[in-house]
């Protein structure tokens, strides 16, 4: 990652932990390198950036930094200038706000202007909640798709869980969702509600953490098993 005159920069996507534990613990020394060569950064949130950046690198000027933040809020014509650095040598790291950038993750739009840019883009390992949640979850792990957050609207949800569960059945593909964690309790309520009895459910909660929970079972399982999934960051996975 060193700077050399006339050499473009690199854009890193350096994954982040998924709660509140050591990031060695979960994440490969290249991501402390990375952090410790890098001041140019694209990320969600500064104040969590910088806490995570000064975790995984205490001596690490935090003055010295340079961070564009990438979310919602963020006007798309001014996404292509945040690259700029890379112009002058610099490299740049997409950090996300819990593990891998640009998976269900806004950092995707920026990777999409370097390949344009024709800068490199180089991914670091790290936790994806999706993935793991999958590898846990004993559910089809050759055909499967993220689907990310279903419809807020009740009948809209149910709708969309049913056409979810059809496709399931009939490609024998595993369905993810995601869901904000303080709506955890009531979108596993839908499912219970609205899966057939002998669909499989996978619940997986507080992935890389002390209380991580991973189980799957049938929706009727389910239906006689009591937890409590409120505001714990969690994966929903089906397979009819």
Same mark, same amino acid.
């Given at each position: 990652?060193?700077?050399?005159?006339?050499?473009?920069?690199?854009?890193?996507?350096?994954?982040?932990?998924?709660? #509140?534990?050591?990031?060695?613990?979960?994440?490969?020394?290249?991501?402390?390198?990375? $952090?410790?060569?890098? #001041?140019?950064?694209?990320?969600?949130?500064?104040?969590?950036?910088?806490?995570?950046?000064?975790?995984?690198?205490?001596?690490?000027?935090?003055?010295?930094?340079?961070?564009?933040?990438?979310?919602?809020?963020?006007?798309?014509?001014?996404?292509?200038?945040?690259? #700029?650095?890379?112009?002058?040598?610099?490299?740049? +790291?997409?950090?996300?706000?819990?593990?891998?950038?640009?998976?269900?993750?806004?950092?995707?739009?920026?990777?999409?202007?370097?390949?344009?840019? +024709?800068?490199?883009?180089?991914?670091?390992?790290?936790?994806?909640?999706?993935?793991?949640?999958?590898?846990?979850? +004993?559910?089809? +792990?050759?055909?499967?798709?993220?689907?990310?957050?279903?419809?807020?609207?009740?009948?809209?949800?149910?709708?969309?869980?049913?056409?979810?569960?059809?496709?399931?059945?009939?490609?024998?593909?595993?369905?993810?969702?995601?869901?904000?964690?303080?709506?955890?309790?009531?979108?596993?309520?839908?499912?219970?509600?609205?899966?057939?009895?002998?669909?499989?459910?996978?619940?997986?909660?507080?992935?890389?953490?002390?209380?991580?929970?991973? $189980?799957?079972?049938?929706?009727?399982?389910?239906?006689?098993?009591?937890?409590?999934?409120?505001?714990?960051?969690?994966?929903?996975?089906?397979?009819?």
């Amino acid at each position: 990652m060193a700077k050399k005159k006339g050499i473009r920069g690199n854009l890193y996507l350096i994954p982040t932990t998924l709660g #509140d534990n050591e990031p060695l613990e979960v994440l490969p020394i290249s991501i402390k390198r990375a $952090i410790e060569n890098i #001041d140019y950064f694209i990320v969600e949130n500064e104040k969590t950036a910088r806490r995570f950046i000064k975790k995984i690198s205490p001596r690490k000027s935090q003055p010295a930094l340079h961070i564009e933040l990438l979310n919602k809020f963020t006007e798309p014509s001014s996404i292509p200038s945040f690259l #700029d650095p890379c112009d002058l040598g610099e490299d740049i +790291g997409v950090l996300s706000e819990a593990g891998c950038p640009a998976i269900a993750d806004p950092g995707s739009d920026v990777v999409a202007i370097a390949h344009q840019r +024709g800068i490199k883009v180089v991914p670091l390992v790290g936790p994806s909640s999706i993935l793991l949640a999958l590898m846990a979850s +004993g559910l089809n +792990g050759q055909q499967f798709a993220f689907n990310g957050y279903l419809p807020i609207d009740n009948s809209e949800r149910k709708k969309e869980i049913k056409a979810m569960e059809r496709l399931s059945r009939e490609k024998a593909q595993t369905q993810i969702f995601i869901e904000t964690p303080y709506r955890n309790d009531a979108l596993l309520s839908e499912f219970l509600k609205t899966l057939a009895k002998n669909t499989y459910l996978c619940v997986a909660t507080d992935i890389t953490l002390a209380t991580e929970e991973i $189980i799957t079972k049938t929706v009727e399982e389910w239906q006689n098993t009591s937890v409590s999934l409120h505001k714990r960051p969690s994966i929903f996975i089906i397979q009819a």
